[in-house]
DNA sequence: GTCTATAGACTGATAGAC
DNA sequence: GTCTATCAGTCTATAGAC
């Protein structure tokens, strides 16, 4: 699944029109976006949107899903691997998140904004390949270790929020961080791969002090 | 400045006009906002709108500019307040933001898509009033504690984003949140509640084991 | 100040030539 | 498959009645 594409020499012109409106989707938004903005970015006419994909909606549809996969199903293989302990598992996840966001920084702000602005319709796309909490390893570990009084007990919910919160949020604050402190995308981009290893001690840290 | 207006029976056609364009632009986004929707949002006919702010994007400049003084500015009086101690004033911050947060939940979702689209247009109304960082009380006095070792030496901006990222970015999250664990809108604020006593401790801890 | 009616530009989508 | 030309609908903004 590519957001960032490398130029196709052999790529169809289908695959082309999706990758244009892709990137055109993501860094403007659903409603500011002009058909005739994906067909010059494709480099085709805008009678082809409509002749591979029906309508802005429908090329729209594709290209959110794959980007909610990409957000969502695709750390399900982390959290749910039985080889790898509580912490180990935060650690790979904070990984993930942070090389796939510096490949793709306008992801997230993307896709918490059409998910506000259509709710109703994308709950059912995200409930696709829905894994009942119960089920994910990762729950089962924590409930394990709480129990055995490794780990005190809080509410995990509060820790998830944290992991995600300081993985994520940076990118999505990025430009207003940028306009306050001045720094340039390189030194952001190594403040987030710093971030790969200390976000792991800070909710170390906090999990002990509760 | 109102968010969230109680009906004021006295308020002018004009300033309901703006509370109505404040409302819809606030959950719908500047792109996907006709001026129809605020027309019959406020009570009054569409001619109005151009009546009283001459177009939609002149509106909506006026409402952005009022938002960010809301999201920034207002925590100016906090940082530079020489009489509360560092701690004292993280603690404050967060208290501040997420009461804020909770009564205007779709705030920043709203200013950092807004943003992300326009950055240029809106780097001169961010730097309106802008303050040098330097002459910051609270970055004086964090200098002030890291000089004297009674602060470890570790980035100033990495704490500035954690404090950000766990306040904000669940409500940011939300509708995501919501979707994927079931918590209801009550369950939700409750949870941010908690977290205004639970984030300055957990920065403590971080702080602390740096 | 507030309304109705409408101008003028733009949008998503399609018909039809090649 | 790909293009040009164009339709029908919607948008912002304004003219003009009251």
């Known amino acids: 699944m590519k957001i960032q594409p490398e130029i196709e020499l052999n790529a169809t012109t289908e695959e082309k029109i999706k990758e244009a409106a892709r990137r055109v989707f993501t860094s403007k938004g659903y409603a500011a976006t002009r058909t005739r903005d994906i067909a010059e970015e494709s480099g085709y006419n805008l009678a082809l949107i409509n002749y591979y994909f029906r309508s802005k909606e429908k090329l729209f549809d594709i290209i959110m899903l794959e980007h909610l996969q990409l ?52 709950a059912a796309k995200l409930g696709f390949g829905h894994v009942e909490r119960g089920n994910i390893y990762l729950v089962k570990q924590w409930k394990e270790l709480t129990a055995a009084k490794i780990l005190p ?58």
């Open 71 to 122: 957000f969502i199903h695709s750390v399900m293989g982390i959290v749910n691997d039985p080889e790898t302990s509580v912490h180990e598992k935060i650690e790979l996840l904070i990984s993930h998140y942070i090389d796939m966001l510096i490949k793709n920084p306008d992801l997230p702000l993307f896709v918490l904004s059409e998910i506000n602005a259509n709710p109703v319709k994308l």
């Open 153 to 210: 007990n809080v509410n995990p919910l509060h820790i998830l929020m944290n992991v995600l919160s300081m993985t994520i949020f940076p990118f999505v604050a990025s430009p207003l961080l940028r306009n306050r402190t001045g720094i340039s995308q390189e030194e952001f981009n190594k403040l987030m791969l710093e971030r790969k290893k200390l976000i792991p001690v800070w909710i170390n840290a906090m999990i002990t002090t509760s």
